[in-house]
């Protein structure tokens, strides 16, 4: 079997609870392969930890035990190649810059690309997510739930990663939206041959999109199989 692409062994995170007396676990001891070109569904109720793992996998947090390994090695903090879709994407856009420089800037700063020459590579990045040019003057206020999720995934794509991580890309979405990005999701996947993790309390969107899923419950994996299998008849009580 080939080496995974990212792999989990034995990640616990704790945080100091809020009253300062006392520690919380978020994730216990997860163990989790996520193997080139997959499409890897995190299911699980609210405060599962589905986030935290999520910040772990992109290098956010620091595990307080365990390791996370990327291609074999360890992986290491601000990874270029692992980005993160943010969950509710609007929030993470500065709402001062037009859509041209929102999708711009991380060519800039990842790419090392002169501002003068990024055009060409902005325009097929809109393109990528199926924005028209013509929004390339707006601002976040002008733009609607699902045109600012593209943004978001356009200026995570202009990084060039070879995973993405999407927190609840389906949530606030109304049902036609959650299918195009769905769509969307697959399609770069298909084409681009990039690793998605895609993180979501719902497991209906999942169904079609995902090859493997993972059921998270209290800080830990509960079982993992395939789409099919887990989000149908045979799975664990819980799942169910
Ligand atoms: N920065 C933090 N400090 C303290 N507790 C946190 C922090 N982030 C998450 N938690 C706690 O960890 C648990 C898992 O949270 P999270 O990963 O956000 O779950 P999910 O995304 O599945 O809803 C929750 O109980 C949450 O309150
Ligand atoms: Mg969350």
């Not at 790419?111 to 028209?132: A, F, H, N, T």
């Amino acid at each position: 079997m080939s080496m995974p692409h990212i792999e989990l062994k034995s990640v616990s995170v704790r945080f100091a609870d809020r009253a300062g007396c006392g520690r919380q676990e978020a994730l216990t001891s997860v163990d989790l392969k996520i193997m080139e070109g997959e499409v890897l569904g995190i299911m699980g109720e609210s405060g599962a930890g589905k986030t935290t793992l999520a910040r772990v996998l992109t290098g956010w947090f620091t595990p307080s035990r365990g390791e996370v390994r990327f291609n074999g090695a360890p992986l290491e903090k601000g990874e270029r190649r692992i980005q993160m879709l943010w969950q509710d994407a609007a929030s993470h856009l500065n709402p001062y810059f037009t859509v041209e420089r929102l999708v711009g800037e991380p060519l800039v700063c990842f790419k090392g690309l002169r501002r003068e020459r990024i055009g060409k590579r902005v325009g097929e990045l809109m393109d990528q997510v199926g924005l028209s040019l013509k929004l390339l003057g707006r601002k976040p206020h002008e733009l609607s739930g699902g045109q600012c999720q593209r943004v978001g995934l356009a200026r995570v794509l202009a990084a060039d990663p070879g995973v993405l991580v999407c927190d609840e890309p389906f949530s606030g979405l109304d049902v036609g939206a959650q299918i195009r990005i769905r769509d969307l999701l697959a399609r770069i996947n298909r084409d681009a041959g990039l690793t998605l993790v895609v993180i979501s309390h719902d497991p209906l969107p999942l169904k079609p999109l995902c090859h493997r899923v993972a059921m998270m419950k209290a800080g830990g994996i509960l079982e993992t199989g395939s789409a099919q299998k887990l989000l149908t008849l045979h799975s664990h009580p819980f799942t169910r």
